[in-house]
């Protein structure tokens, strides 16, 4: 046997004990099938490696999923945070299809078994290039926005604000504020009743308004504020900062400078006009000066902005002619035990 025949013979065998390999590894087809006897050329060797070389591409290569069972086939590459090492190509997807399935996991567990299904529909779940997290929000504003509905099994601490625009509603655990809550709607509460927003003052007349003529109605002028949790008491006038019901307690303390107090009277201005007003018995005895505390306490309804003030009223007879709305009597030998009280508290 010469050397040609010897060439000839080698490369024969070559692809036809690779025939096998290469179809099972390839997506593309052989140019000739040779036939014993035949003469190998250049141009035959040539054409057949071109064939290869032009078509070893990823569309050229046999798939690892010739069946549901090897395409679901996946490996952990770190098992028992030790590497396991891919000894064929077959093994390297099988290592990153297994990643890919845990990603998913990690994104809707429910929902994914296998590395190739559907994640969660486009725009549930996004991280925006500033870090934010949406959830129903492909834009979110927030450090994590959820454009759905919340829902939290245990309980939610905050250390900051939390600002509601909508309706809050707690129906079993307490909801821990370690500062202010601001609350723009309504704030439903069906476990255990939080504490409405209250407003309590009392008044702190420094004098007893000397020159008034009997009969006069006068402003409350001055308050100092006992617990203003809203800061809605000015130094006249209560303002409302929330649409609702209210309950007004006002009790003044009248004193006239006169043997004789006949009358007076407990008001309530809203919006500059009297909506509620209270007879106040007459006193009369002896010595130069008498008081008389007497007032009202009511529900009423008022809007976000509505102004509230209160004022008394006085006649006398007799040789007085002066009278005052006091904190406490500061006149020689007067009561010092009491004085005039405002309540106000935002019905829940």
Not at 69 to 96: C, H, K, Q
Not at 109 to 134: K, M
Not at 170 to 198: C, E, K, R, Y
Not at 277 to 302: M, Q, V, Y
Request: hydrophobic fraction near 35%; charged fraction near 15%; glycine fraction near 10%.
């Amino acid at each position: 046997m010469n050397k040609r025949s010897q060439i000839f013979g080698f490369l024969t065998g070559l692809f036809i004990m690779g025939g096998v390999s290469l179809f099972a590894g390839a997506t593309f087809s052989r140019i000739k099938t040779w036939v014993s006897g035949e003469t190998l050329t250049a141009s035959d060797l040539n054409a057949e490696f071109n064939n290869i070389l032009n078509n070893l591409t990823p569309a050229g290569i046999d798939d690892y999923s010739s069946s549901v069972s090897e395409m679901r086939s996946t490996a952990d590459p770190y098992p028992g945070s030790s590497e396991s090492l891919a000894t064929s190509l077959a093994g390297e997807v099988e290592r990153l299809r297994y990643q890919i399935l845990q990603l998913k996991l990690a994104i809707q567990p429910n929902n994914i078994t296998y590395w190739y299904q559907d994640a969660p529909t486009a725009g549930v779940f996004s991280i925006a290039a500033n870090g934010n997290v949406g959830v129903g929000d492909t834009t979110p504003d927030y450090t994590i926005d959820d454009a759905g509905t919340l829902g939290v099994d245990g309980q939610v601490y905050f250390s900051s604000h939390v600002t509601i625009t909508g309706n809050l509603t707690t129906t079993a655990a307490s909801l821990a504020v370690t500062t202010n809550v601001a609350i723009t709607g309504d704030l439903t509460v069906s476990g255990v009743l939080a504490s409405a927003a209250t407003t309590k003052v009392r008044s702190t007349m420094s004098s007893d308004l000397t020159g008034n003529n009997s009969g006069s109605i006068k402003i409350v002028s001055t308050w100092t504020d006992t617990y203003d949790a809203l800061g809605e008491m000015g130094t006249t006038t209560f303002t409302a900062t929330s649409t609702g019901y209210y309950q007004v307690c006002f009790f003044p303390l009248v004193e006239s400078e006169t043997t004789v107090l006949t009358s007076s009277e407990a008001l309530m201005y809203l919006n500059g006009a009297i909506v509620l007003r209270h007879s106040i018995e007459g006193w009369s005895g002896g010595g130069n000066f008498n008081d008389r505390s007497d007032g009202f306490c009511d529900t009423i309804s008022l809007t976000a902005g509505d102004k509230l003030e209160f004022a008394a009223t006085a006649v006398n007879s007799g040789g007085g002619n002066k009278f005052g709305i006091r904190n406490d009597n500061s006149y020689a030998g007067g009561n010092t035990t009491y004085g005039t009280y405002l309540t106000i508290f935002r019905v829940p």
